[in-house]
Every structure is written in structure tokens, then in C-alpha cells.
């Protein structure tokens, strides 16, 4: 599963309006109760679970993404990397 589609169908939201720099104050529908849906989401879809320390330094999609490849997270065949929507 893609990252931006977990975190689209959290916000209800479109996948392609998502990109690495996306977070909770340019992103719609993402407040603090979607902040911690989000968190959850990632971690079921990627079988992974955040530590504390780690989902305080998120700061955008970016940084979730590389957290998670450092996990070992399976994106899939391709990753879906946009830098600005």
C-alpha cells in the first residue's frame, strides 16, 4: 500500500494532493484526533510501530517516509515521491 493513500483515506482527502512536505498546517482535515488516526493507520498498514520520540520528530510526510524506510516498510514496487503536489 502507498503512503499517501493510507494518509488520504485518514483526511479523506485525494492521494495526488499529498507530497513530502505535507503536514498538519497545509494539509486539510489533518488536526491534532487525525494526527494520532494517521500515526495508527501507517502503523497497521505498514506493520510497524512508531516509538514516541519518533512520531514527535515527524514533521511532514517526508519525515514519516523515512522513518518507515528505516523500519524496513514495504512500499510496494514503486514509491510514490512527490515533492510539491
Known amino acids: 500500500m502507498q503512503l499517501y493513500d ?21 494539509t486539510p ?14 502503523e497497521n498498514a505498514y506493520n510497524i510501530r512508531f516509538a514516541i520520540t519518533e512520531v514527535m520528530g515527524m ?3 517526508g519525515d514519516m517516509r523515512e522513518i518507515l524506510e528505516a523500519k524496513g ?6 514509491m510514490e515521491i512527490r515533492l510539491s503536489a
Open 59 to 61: 514533521q511532514n510526510l
Open 6 to 26: 493510507v494518509i488520504a483515506s485518514v483526511l479523506g482527502i485525494e492521494a495526488d494532493t499529498l507530497n513530502e512536505k505535507s503536514n498538519a498546517l497545509n
Open 29 to 42: 482535515n489533518w488536526d491534532s484526533l487525525r494526527h494520532i488516526e494517521l500515526i495508527l493507520a501507517v
Open 73 to 78: 516498510a514495504d512500499f510496494g514496487d514503486s
